[in-house]
Structures are given as C-alpha cells and as structure tokens.
C-alpha cells in the first residue's frame, strides 16, 4: 500500500491580525449566581499600567463544565444560569440526560420561584431537549447535533446547557475525550455559551476537575468550575472553616478559565433553605 504524502492545510494557518478580526465580541454574560460574576475579570493597560477590569460573568461564548460529586449544587447552578438567561430574553436549550423533561421543568419552575421571577414570563424562552428519555439522544451524537441544530434555528438559542456530559459517554469512558471534544467544537460552530455537568467520582480529590472520564473535560473546555463539600468530622477540621463539628462545608474553585482571567482562590459556597447557590468569601478570609 502505498504511503500516504503528508498535505500542507493552508486553510488552517491564520494570521493573528486576520483571526482577531472573525472573533466575536467578549462581554460577561451574567450568571444568576450571588458571587459569581465578580470572579472573572479583564486585563486593561490604562497609562501603561495593566489593570483588572470586571467581566461581570462568564465569558461569552466559551464552553464551562461544572463538576463535582453529587449533592455538591451542580444542576442549581445551571438552573439559575439557565433562569436568568430566560429573564433576560434569551432562548435557552436544556439538554436533560437525567431527569425526563417535565421533572425537569419542574426543578426549574421551582429555581424560578426563588429566584424571584414568575415562571409563567420566562417558560418559552428555555427549550427542554429530553436525552433522558430518548436513548438514541445519549447513544448517537449525530442524532443529538441535528436536534439540537434545529432548536438553536427554530427557538433563537444563545445558551446550552447538558446535564449531564457523563451521561453521554457512560460506560464507554474511553470514548470522553472525543465526545467531549464533538459537544465543544460544536457551540464554538453555532456561537453558543454553553455550561456543561459533569458528575465526579467519590474517588477522584474534592478539587480537581477530573471527572467521570479522567481530565478530558477539562482539557477541552474553555473553562472549568470545581464543586466540593466536606463533613466537619474533626477539630482540625472545625477550627479551619470556622464551622461546628457535623456542619457541612461547601466550596468552589474555577479551575482554569482560557478566555479571560478569574480568581484562582477557593471560595466558600452555600444553598440556602430555598435552593440557592450563593458564593461566599474565599476560604484565605475565614
């Protein structure tokens, strides 16, 4: 057989001059969550000093995973992002590998209620894509591209959201890392901001952003957000957070965010009785 000659893609090879000019505009895109936004920021040179400039959320068209082991707050913190792009006007596509669609609706309605806002203004801007329900969602991503294609068309979509990415490569997680790599290139072809779940094995350290699949999210996504809880069990542990023996105690770290700079610290995190995600001050203040 014979050897196949190398080919030089000269359509691959961008001047950054002419590339910079085809990128879109980076603004923050507000995320719903008490604490958030303020963590991510631009730098400006201002009389040739270089200085911090507030992004006011997340960057706008980059792809974010959220991981963590369970009960950690994944799926409230997309559910505020997703109620408060809808209170804004801006169409949104819950893709739901979990939940069948109307049990997701109604964690939705519910995060709505308190957050303040009335369902019934904000219900036709989301956009529930049920891969729960419909195996051929989670087993052929051909499948899941063309419906998710034609909902960004049909309904204006600006905002993905996929809880859970695991669920789309579970038991063959050897296969993460290119479907992971399909769901990002993806929104970056369509201008999408997307939030992507991804489910943490009790194993894996509290905070990394390895999950389910090893670091193939991570590795490909614009920007990853780590969850983590920890039992008060230990004086040590009590005289650290500031906490009593028995209490729980919620953190957050942004792992790495390409598109823009963040703060590197871990934060303290809460949900309140209502459901609410807050972030907190970061763990150095406690």
């Not at 910079?20 to 991510?40: Q, V, W």
């Not at 596509?93 to 904000?122: H, N, Q, Y």
Request: proline fraction near 3%; hydrophobic fraction near 40%; charge should be neutral.
């Amino acid at each position: 057989m014979e050897e196949r000659k190398p080919e030089v893609l000269e359509e691959s090879i961008w001047v950054a001059g002419e590339a910079i000019k085809k990128a879109p505009k980076l603004y923050g895109i507000p995320t719903g969550i008490e604490g958030l936004d303020e963590l991510f920021f631009l730098a400006e040179v201002h009389k040739g000093k270089v200085e911090k400039r507030p992004l006011g959320g997340i960057p706008s068209y980059s792809v974010t995973n959220i991981t963590g082991v369970s009960d950690t707050g994944k799926t409230l913190m997309v559910e505020q992002y997703t109620v408060k792009q809808a209170s804004r006007g801006e169409g949104v596509a819950f893709v739901t590998v979990e939940a069948p669609a109307p049990f997701t609706a109604i964690g939705l309605r519910e995060r709505a209620k308190a957050m303040g806002f009335d369902f019934d203004t904000i219900k036709d801007h989301v956009v529930i894509i049920d891969a729960a329900t419909y195996s051929k969602l989670r087993e052929n991503l051909p499948d899941l591209f063309a419906t998710l294609d034609y909902t960004i068309k049909n309904y204006g979509i600006r905002h993905v959201i996929i809880d859970s990415i695991t669920g789309l490569y579970e038991a063959k997680e050897m296969y993460a890392r290119a479907v992971v790599r399909q769901l990002f290139n993806f929104m970056k072809r369509r201008n999408q901001t997307a939030l992507f779940v991804s489910q943490k094995r009790s194993g894996h350290e509290e905070l990394t952003a390895e999950a389910a699949g090893g670091y193939a999210v991570s590795h490909i996504v614009d920007c990853s957000i780590v969850l983590s809880k920890d039992l008060i069990l230990t004086q040590a542990q009590s005289k650290l957070y500031k906490k009593p023996l028995g209490d729980i105690v919620r953190l957050i770290r942004i792992d790495g965010c390409r598109m823009c700079g963040h703060d590197t610290r871990t934060h303290f995190m809460e949900i309140d009785e209502l459901g609410i995600v807050k972030v907190g001050k970061p763990l150095t203040a406690a």
